[in-house]
């Protein structure tokens, strides 16, 4: 088992940037991890995601371009930096942990672990 804690949310104007972090308890190079969001009456969604190695990633095409998924193994860390945001990224920002994967999966229900969310405001 895995606990996750993220770290790094804000507020932040519209064009601006924010990296957030989600550091795991445990050996996390035995999981894929993924940044899901959830914004105020709506379901949680996929942003990013990212193999245990780090060598495949994938993005939610309404972040391609802005947002980058990083995974440390040896300090058991992985960020998402988040560049030029917009006023409808603003969400509650959460990190997800999967096992037995080989690749990561866009859906929520791939995961096994997730942290308490971190909140991103974007101000226009």
């Known amino acids: 088992q895995v606990q996750l804690v993220e770290s790094g949310g804000g507020l932040v104007q519209a064009g601006g940037s924010l990296r957030l972090s989600c550091a795991a308890s445990g050996r996390s190079s035995i999981y894929v991890m993924g940044w899901f969001r959830q914004a105020p009456g709506k379901e949680r969604e996929f942003v990013a995601a990212t193999s245990r190695s780090g060598e495949t990633t994938y993005y939610t095409d309404s972040v391609k371009g802005r947002f980058t998924i990083y995974r440390d193994n040896a300090k058991n860390t992985v960020a998402l930096q988040m560049n030029s945001l917009k006023p409808e990224d603003t969400a509650v920002y959460y990190c997800?942990?999967?096992?037995?994967?080989?690749?990561?999966?866009?859906?929520?229900?791939?995961?096994?672990?997730w942290g308490q969310g971190t909140q991103v405001t974007v101000s226009s």
């Open positions: 997800a942990a999967g096992q037995g994967q080989l690749l990561p999966s866009q859906d929520r229900r791939g995961y096994d672990y």
